[in-house]
């Protein structure tokens, strides 16, 4: 009988943060996103209303308008969560933060409650763009379909060492 156990190894998987439709990086509405300037981006054009956490993480960064968050993974990944384009003009109307920075949360958490039919009714993108801010040592996409739920395995990603 062992006293001690084996510990965990992360699995680098990056889930997707909300259901709908996947957008690949050159297809982003915000060309900061869509040309790379954050780092290796995609987007998912949501059909519902509820971002999760993509992995087991610490809120780095929570924008007080609601609109946009960071995340940072115990290995150092860092993923900065952008719901919609422009949507900082909004100054918080139809976003429902539902974590603090500093917060630990787990894949999977409830992160932050928004209105897409809002967002689309001031001719805005309801895009969510989530962008690699840190570097990363490997990506690969495990997306195999345009339609995407959430919690459905994006990416399996290491950050850079």
Not at 9 to 26: L, P, S
Not at 41 to 49: H, L, M
Not at 70 to 77: A, E, F, N, Q, V
Not at 122 to 137: D, G
């Amino acid at each position: 009988m062992s006293w001690f156990r084996k510990k965990k190894k992360e699995t680098g998987e990056v889930r997707a943060v909300v259901g709908g439709t996947y957008v690949e990086q050159e297809k982003l509405p915000d060309p900061v996103f869509s040309q790379g300037m954050m780092g290796p981006a995609f987007g998912i054009n949501p059909t519902e209303g509820k971002i999760t956490a993509p992995f087991d993480g610490t809120v780095s960064m929570m924008f007080p308008t609601g609109h946009a968050l960071g995340l940072t993974r115990s290995d150092g990944l860092e993923l900065l969560v952008h719901i919609g384009v422009d949507t900082v003009n909004l100054n918080g109307e139809g976003f429902h933060p539902q974590v603090k920075e500093g917060q630990i949360v787990k894949q999977g958490d409830l992160l932050v409650q928004f209105e897409p039919a809002l967002v689309r009714s001031r001719n805005l993108s309801p895009v969510v763009i989530c962008a690699f801010t840190s570097e990363l040592s490997s990506c690969s996409s495990c997306v195999h379909g345009e339609q995407v739920r959430a919690g459905d395995v994006l990416f399996e990603t290491n950050a850079a060492e």
